[in-house]
């Protein structure tokens, strides 16, 4: 069962990070878009919005988003879509992302 306070705001999962426990990073939750590396604009954003993740924005997938997931080093292949779009629905379930494939 998935610790929904270590869910991110983008589709990943803070519990699976290799770097929260290095950076002593509390989570996305708790972080409200200033995480360890600087500010998180998809993070900051939804917290704005006092949304728990942008699956349940109106807007998804928004450009800010969109570019997260299309970044060259932090992309994946759906993965966090989709687990946005399960959790939206009420199904916590998480699917580990794949780094992104290049062309």
Known sequence: MMNREMI???????EECDWREKMNCP??????????HGE???GKCASEKDLE???LCKEMPCQSLSDVFNQPDHGDNGER???LEN???GNYTF?????LKKS
């Open 81 to 83: 879509k989709q687990n």
């Open 8 to 14: 991110s705001k983008c589709g990943d999962y803070c």
């Open 40 to 42: 998180c604009t998809v």
């Open 95 to 99: 699917i580990k992302h794949t780094p």
């Open 27 to 36: 989570g996305c939750q708790k972080a409200k878009g200033m995480m360890f």
């Open 53 to 55: 993740h942008c699956g």
């Open 87 to 89: 959790w939206s629905k």
